[in-house]
């Protein structure tokens, strides 16, 4: 499956960073492409030129509202950033028509950390943009979730983030949701290393698109899990989890290891790998509510066998009753690893407690908002009682 790829705000940039980083080990590992494009977008400049992978020119790090913000950002009000799209949504246009090979593109990725000014407040408009312009593919947004101790330091944080995800579930094919608070809760020393959890971020990605491109037979599935099975997955609310199980090193010729000892260590690992996705979802969701699933099981061909497929198979059916399941096998790799994707989840927690709070943030911000307009009043009054009125 191939990507256009488009990172709003420094969060989304930097993500879409990490797009065009997988594209060039796909190319370098399995000479194929998987992101057709890959876009920054931000109302600041100095966010643009810390990139790595994205190139650098104007058409690929795309300016947007200079003239009001010159180059400095919106100070995290993400209605400023919405304003300032509006008057230059062009330029992603420019920039997506610009793509040599965006014909070839399956779908759009939009992705932006739902805290900040920027990627809040443009992620959701241009969706939309881009929908009324492509129509024919899929639009999905992958956005990210603030740290829990965002909320108490920054006021806005919680009224952006609901403000985001209400406007990118209301436009989006599918919003992927990534919660920075669940990935240094695997390890705190992530709270101060962003870059890391974005290559954890990204990383399960990677399987999931490259497996049905590849051109190479040995590496081509029996059962391959290509772009239709993930445009048929993808609705909604979303989360997807990665895991691995590493393999021996020395490993005994194909042919003499194919024991039921053996068969039964190699179930184990898949499992293992599987247990680990689960656990580590990029945001916290019960499987039940989930009405579409995938898995993509990704290992060396001598690896794989139908009962392991089948028993993956039915641990996830027992996770989620309630969904179609669709699951592919990918023979590449040097290891057991298994990628999960729940879809059509009809009930987020961390979403709805972030809508009950910003409700209760909105009440807070019109009374404050109430005062100061009758104390301007009172000023006023105040300023004009000396003045004779001719009446
Ligand atoms: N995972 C991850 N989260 C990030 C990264 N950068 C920022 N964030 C989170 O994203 C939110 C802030 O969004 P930013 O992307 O910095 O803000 P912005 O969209 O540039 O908006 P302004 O700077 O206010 O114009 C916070 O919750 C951060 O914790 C990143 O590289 N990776
Ligand atoms: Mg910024």
Redesign the pocket.
């Known amino acids: 499956m191939k990507l256009v790829v488009i990172g ?8 879409a960073d990490d797009f065009a980083r997988l594209n060039k080990r796909a190319r370098r590992e399995c000479g194929i492409e998987i992101v057709t494009g890959a876009f920054a977008v ?3 400049a100095a ?1 643009l030129s810390g990139l790595d992978n994205i190139k650098a020119d104007y058409q690929h790090r795309i300016l947007i509202g200079a003239g009001k913000t010159s180059g400095h ?5 993400n209605e400023l ?1 919405f304003e300032l799209v509006k008057e230059d949504i062009d330029k992603v246009f420019d920039a997506i028509r610009s793509a040599p090979h965006f014909h070839e593109s399956d779908a759009f990725l939009l992705i ?9 407040g443009v992620i959701g408009f241009t969706t939309q943009r881009i929908k009324e312009r492509y129509g024919d593919k899929p639009v999905y947004n992958l956005v ?4 829990e101790h ?1 909320e108490t330091t920054e006021e806005r ?1 919680v009224y952006n983030t609901a403000t985001c995800l209400k406007t990118a579930s209301a436009v989006a094919d599918a919003v992927i949701l ?1 919660d ?1 608070q669940r ?1 240094i809760k695997k390890d705190f020393s992530l709270r101060n290393n ?2 890391r ?2 290559t954890l ?1 990204v990383e399960p990605f990677y399987n999931l698109l490259c497996a049905g491109e590849e051109k190479r037979s040995r590496h081509v599935g029996t059962r391959v899990l290509d772009g239709g099975d993930i445009l048929q997955t993808l609705a909604g609310w979303t989360a997807i989890g990665y895991g691995q199980s590493a393999l021996p090193r020395i490993r005994l010729p194909f042919g003499r290891n194919r024991n039921f000892l053996n068969k039964s260590t190699e179930s184990h690992r898949g499992i293992q790998a599987m247990d680990q996705a689960l656990s580590e979802l990029s945001i916290t969701c019960n499987p039940v509510d989930a009405s579409r699933a995938l898995y993509l099981l990704s290992a060396p061909a001598n690896e794989m066998s139908m009962d392991l497929v089948k028993e993956l198979s039915d641990a996830l059916k027992s996770q989620a009753p309630n969904a179609i399941i669709r699951n592919g096998d990918y023979p590449r790799g040097t290891g057991i690893d298994v990628t999960v994707v729940f879809s059509g989840i009809r009930n987020v927690e961390r979403v709805k407690d972030y809508y009950d709070k910003s409700a209760v943030f909105m009440m807070g911000e019109t009374a404050r908002k109430c005062r100061e307009v009758e104390e301007r009043w009172d000023r006023m009054e105040e300023s004009g009682k000396n003045i004779p009125a001719l009446l």
């Open positions: 709003f705000g420094q969060c989304g940039n930097r993500i931000n109302t600041d966010d950002g919106v100070g995290k009000i950033a932006a950390g739902a805290a900040g000014g920027t990627g809040s990210v979730l603030p740290f965002e944080t990534v920075n990935y962003v870059g959890i974005n971020v």
